[in-house]
């Protein structure tokens, strides 16, 4: 099993966007579990599951509630969803107050590591404990990054938590919601892949199809399977597979 967390320390650069549309596409070759460690529960919402964490997320942390007891099966294929609910708002609090107080998502994942191939981390933005058990408990952490000269700046911030991280694992970034009609999102889709390695050549364009999972609750490939916003998040799922050696296991069913 391989874990992927979806991290930056910025709020609405596309993660949770990442996050559903690249377990949809995980789902077709293995077998996959998003777990959504966001309160705001946006990828619990977007995959149509019911945000609710029996006995909270407090006792799944420490040991009390099975996590699968609290995984829940999706519409598609291969893919669960392990929901937020409105206890993850102290999951902070959680996680500070239990012992090894930043491997306790790793922990937690230890359990189905037979169940699942992959693991995706829907995180939230920050660098709080959640964010410090995501990247304990990943293999490879992937960055969205705004298409702006301060993504610059996001992502020299998120390397370095990577870099102190007690078990940093590998990371790539790609540029997120382009508008290739603004020169500045075009300068800076072209430049950062070139001047920094750690930025594959790789872009997400801002589109009204991607804008629309909000209303139709699914993953694009679904609705608009067409798209080039489609076909990117299925090159995503190509570079994750190869940089985490994700081995594709049974499929179910
Ligand atoms: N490429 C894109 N084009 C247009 N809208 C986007 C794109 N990516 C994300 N969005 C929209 O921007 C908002 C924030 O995206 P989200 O994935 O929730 O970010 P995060 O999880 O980083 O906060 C959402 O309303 C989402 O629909
Ligand atoms: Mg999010």
Same mark, same amino acid.
């Given at each position: 099993m391989k874990t992927v967390a979806i991290y930056s320390t910025k709020g609405g650069v596309g993660k949770t966007t990442t996050a559903v549309n690249l377990a949809w596409e995980a789902s077709h070759e293995c077998r996959v579990l998003l777990w959504d460690l966001d309160p705001q529960g946006a990828a619990t919402y977007l995959l149509n599951v019911k945000a609710k964490v029996k006995g909270g997320v407090d006792s799944l942390i420490r040991g009390k509630s099975h996590?699968?007891?609290?995984?829940?099966? #999706?519409?598609?294929? /291969? !893919?669960?969803?392990?929901?937020?609910?409105? #206890?993850?708002? /102290?999951?902070?609090? %959680?996680?500070?107050?239990?012992?090894?107080? #930043?491997?306790? =998502? @790793?922990?937690? !994942?230890e359990s189905v590591s037979n169940q699942y191939d992959v693991v995706i981390l829907d995180c939230p933005p920050g660098a709080s404990l959640v964010a410090e058990n995501a990247l304990h408990a990943a293999d490879l952490a992937v960055v969205p990054l705004g298409p702006s000269p301060l993504s610059l700046r996001s992502l020299a911030q998120v390397n370095e938590i990577i870099a102190a991280s007690d078990r940093p694992p590998k990371v790539f970034a790609f540029?997120?919601?382009?508008?290739?009609?603004?020169?500045?999102?075009? %300068? #800076? @889709? +072209?430049? !950062?892949?070139? +001047?920094?390695?750690?930025?594959?050549?790789?872009?997400?364009?801002?589109?009204?199809? =991607? +804008?629309?999972?909000?209303t139709e609750r699914a993953p694009i490939g679904t609705y608009a399977p067409n798209t080039e916003a489609a076909q990117v998040f299925a090159q995503l799922w190509g570079h994750v597979r190869a940089s985490s050696k994700v081995k594709l296991g049974a499929r179910r069913g």
């Open positions: 996590v699968d007891a609290v995984i829940r099966p #999706t519409a598609y294929k /291969n !893919l669960d969803v392990l929901p937020a609910d409105d #206890t993850y708002r /102290n999951l902070d609090l %959680f996680l500070d107050s239990a012992k090894k107080s #930043t491997q306790r =998502i @790793a922990k937690v !994942l540029l997120s919601m382009v508008d290739r009609r603004k020169l500045v999102h075009r %300068f #800076t @889709a +072209e430049a !950062l892949p070139r +001047e920094h390695p750690e930025v594959i050549d790789l872009v997400v364009p801002a589109t009204v199809v =991607i +804008e629309r999972m909000g």
